[in-house]
């Protein structure tokens, strides 16, 4: 759901399933992420075609991209924190 629906959440689910040991604080992370996204349902990333494939080999797709508002946020590494999608 993160990756293709939820971006949004990409960065506290990828902590959240990189631990050795789950302590409280954590389970209480993930509850907050539960709560954000039941509570958001208009956030997120819809696929809608502009046109529908009628068989042809020759049809040609449309790329969209889309990338974070937040770039190099992270001072440590410069690095984006909530990622990027593209669409085929």
């Known amino acids: 759901m993160m990756r293709w ?3 949004d959440i990409l960065n506290p ?7 050795k040991v789950a302590a409280p604080v954590h389970e209480k992370a993930m509850l907050r992420v539960l709560k954000y996204c039941s509570s ?5 990333l819809m696929l809608k075609p502009t046109r529908k ?7 040609e797709f449309i790329v969209q991209g889309l990338s974070d508002a937040n770039y190099a946020i992270d001072t440590s590494s410069r690095k984006s924190i909530s990622g ?3 669409f085929l």
């Open 5 to 7: 629906s939820r971006p």
């Open 40 to 44: 958001t349902p208009e956030h997120g």
């Open 53 to 59: 494939w009628d068989g042809n080999p020759n049809f």
């Open 13 to 19: 689910v990828h902590e959240l399933s990189h631990m």
């Open 84 to 86: 990027r999608s593209v």
